[in-house]
């Protein structure tokens, strides 16, 4: 399984980014996907899930610090997931990771079996 994250760079606060991970060697739309991210200095901090394609058509889960300005979706056609990133604040400055766990259910379980490699945020004040 590879995953590779790309769409990082720089913005201004208040701007929006999409990155977007494509995925390899596995069959897709059987893994549940996440986002994560890391900080200079700072622990791995969840951001967003979506469910395997068969089990509830995609279900999505989001920590508090993004709901509401990041949304996560899937292209199982194009072996992709995507985290669009809205109202962007200086503190959104990390590293993004990607994630891949066969048939995940519990979304709220932030275990996951394979990871990219990152991209990079910066979001300048």
């Known amino acids: 399984v590879q995953l590779q994250a790309s769409g990082g760079g720089l913005v201004q606060a208040g701007g929006s980014l999409r990155v977007s991970c494509a995925a390899s060697?596995?069959?897709?739309?059987?893994?549940?996907m996440g986002w994560f991210r890391q900080a200079p200095g700072k622990e791995r901090e969840f951001l967003a899930a979506?469910?395997?394609?068969?089990?509830?058509?995609?279900?999505?889960h989001y920590s508090d610090s993004v709901k509401g300005r990041f949304t996560i979706s899937r292209d199982n056609a194009k072996n992709t997931v995507y985290l669009q990133m809205n109202s962007l604040k200086p503190e959104d400055t990390a590293v993004y990771y990607c994630?891949?766990?066969?048939?995940?259910?519990?979304?709220?379980?932030?275990?996951?079996?394979?990871w990219g490699q990152g991209t990079l945020v910066t979001v300048s004040s």
């Open positions: 060697g596995l069959t897709f739309s059987r893994y549940s």
């Open positions: 994630a891949a766990d066969f048939e995940k259910v519990d979304l709220l379980d932030h275990k996951y079996r394979h």
């Open positions: 979506i469910g395997w394609n068969g089990w509830n058509g995609g279900r999505t």
